[in-house]
């Protein structure tokens, strides 16, 4: 299997007006599962269709292995990508649609046989072969399109936000059967999507692009607790983190992050990466299972205790979404799923201050 190395990649369209994609430099490491998510627009396709050979690469190179392809053809790449829409044949049962490429590539019919019947058993469609597209629902569809992908034992696979044309259980479901596949092929797989549950959930390591370029490349669980920047911070997780305004103030010693009438205390850890900004504005940002519900804290310390008024209570079964007001600001909390305050009732909160994130205003990284 190989690895992947995108270096400084730049992607200027001849009738576009911006750069699609600014000097992306990303590296897949020989087996890895990388993930590529950002909004729509950010550059996901056209980085993946430079490295598939299908979208010429304005500047920078991309190696495979230690090749570098930046003039190989797409055919000649090793590599095997699927898409969004399946785009199989329908006069084409799914045997033939996965063996096409191979019969292309004139590959001996048992080697054919034996790889698509190889694929068939992972992917559990063994008995759908005969079948046309037309006779099969969204998820086999999608299923024999990844056949057609597996069978070609690429070095490298593509894949291009498959699963967005399933519906929302089959999504879940065929992202369980990607994660399957996944530990049983044990290849290089570099993976597009907007939707950054399936980042979190499928992902070895993430990488968040915006505007074309890439701003964080970390593994899950770094890119939710620290993320690089207010961007990362925002768009990975759900509901997504609450950003509130405001300025680091100095009293008696302590420091504290203060707007208008709301105050929270800055805990000692992370006093040291904000007594630069005494007196300057900074972002803090929490997620909404930070913030608690006073009634249900055994010890609530007064200084992290604020009022909001609840707007919009959603419940979600195991959990519920409180939409508060906390003076002119709107935010967001998770709490449990046996909580059922009113619309317009007051609420203490607690703000966990130990989970807080303070992002600069001008150049939104992180501070802390
Ligand atoms: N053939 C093209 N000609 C000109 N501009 C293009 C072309 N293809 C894409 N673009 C522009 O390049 C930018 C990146 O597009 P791209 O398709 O890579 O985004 P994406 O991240 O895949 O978005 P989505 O999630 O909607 O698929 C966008 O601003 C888009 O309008
Ligand atoms: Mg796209």
Redesign the pocket.
Known sequence: MAHVSIQEVTKI?P??N?L?VDKVSLDIESKEFLVLV??????????LRMVAGLEEITSGKIYIGDRLVNDVPAKDRDIAMVFQTYALYPHMTAFENMAFGLTLRRYPKWEITNRVKEAAEILSISKLLNRKPRELSGGERQRVALGRAIVRKPAVFLFD?PLSNLDAKMRVQMRTELNKLYNKLQSTMLY?T?DQTEAMTLGNRIAVMHQGVIQQVADPANIYTHPANKFVAGFIGSPPMNFINGRVIRRNGKFYFEEGAFRVKIVDEMVPKLAPYDGKQVTLGIRPESIYDKLFVQYAPPENTVTATVDVVEPMGSEVYLHLLLGTHAVTARVGGHERPKVNQDMDLVFDMSKVHFFDPDSEAAIV
């Open positions: 369209y009738h576009g911006e699609a950002g909004p729509s627009g950010c550059g996901k396709s056209t980085t936000e597009v907007h």
